[in-house]
C-alpha cells in the first residue's frame, strides 16, 4: 500500500530535520553501547573506574549511570527518531501537541536535548574529562536548539 494511499502526505524533509535524524541515531547507537557497556561491565575497570563512584552522589556501581543512559539516551533518541522521521499520531500524546501546537517529537527532542546537555555536565563535574564529553555536549546543544528553527517548526507543526 503507498503512503497516498494510507492518507500519509509525503513532504521535503529540510536538512536542519535530517541533521536533527542523524544526531539523534548517533545519540541513540552510543548511548545504548555505552550503556550495555556499563550495566555488564564491558571494558572493565580500565573504562569506568569504580574511583570515580566516589564523586557521584547516590550511585554505588555503574548499573544506575546505565540503565539512564541505554533507557533514556538510548531507546528515547531512538523513539524520537521514529517520531521525527514517520510523525505518527500517538492519541496518549494529543494533550502534548496540543499545548505546544506541535508533533510530539518536537518538545521530545528539545527535552532530550536539555537532558543530555545536563548529564554531560555532571560527567564533566564528576570524572575525568573524554573527547566525547564536548562532543556528546555539543549534540545534546544542537538537539536543544534546532527544533527552534523555522523550517523545523514548519515540519513538525500539528
Known amino acids: 500500500m503507498t503512503l497516498a494511499a494510507r492518507g500519509v502526505v509525503a513532504t521535503h524533509r529540510p536538512f536542519p530535520v535530517v541533521f536533527i535524524m542523524s544526531l539523534l541515531a548517533v545519540l541513540g547507537i552510543g548511548a545504548i553501547g555505552g550503556g550495555l557497556a556499563m550495566i555488564f561491565g564491558v571494558g572493565g575497570e580500565s573504562m569506568m573506574p569504580d574511583e570515580y563512584l566516589e564523586a557521584l552522589p547516590l550511585v554505588d556501581n555503574w548499573v544506575v549511570p546505565g540503565l539512564v543512559l541505554l533507557i533514556v539516551f538510548g531507546f528515547g533518541s531512538l523513539i524520537l527518531l521514529y517520531g521525527v522521521w514517520r510523525r505518527p499520531r500517538w492519541s496518549w500524546l494529543g494533550w502534548l501537541e496540543r499545548a505546544?501546537?506541535?508533533?510530539?517529537?518536537?518538545?521530545?527532542?528539545?527535552?532530550?536535548?536539555?537532558?543530555?546537555?545536563?548529564?554531560?555536565?555532571?560527567?564533566?563535574?564528576s570524572i575525568p574529562l573524554s573527547i566525547l564529553m564536548p562532543i556528546f555536549g555539543a549534540v545534546g546543544l544542537a538537539l536543544a536548539l534546532l527544533p527552534f528553527l523555522t523550517s523545523v517548526k514548519e515540519y513538525l507543526a500539528t
Do not use: P
Not at 505546544?100 to 560527567?123: A, D, K, P, R, Y
Open 100 to 125: 505546544t501546537g506541535h508533533h510530539w517529537s518536537w518538545f521530545g527532542t528539545i527535552l532530550l536535548g536539555v537532558g543530555h546537555m545536563i548529564w554531560i555536565t555532571l560527567e564533566l563535574v
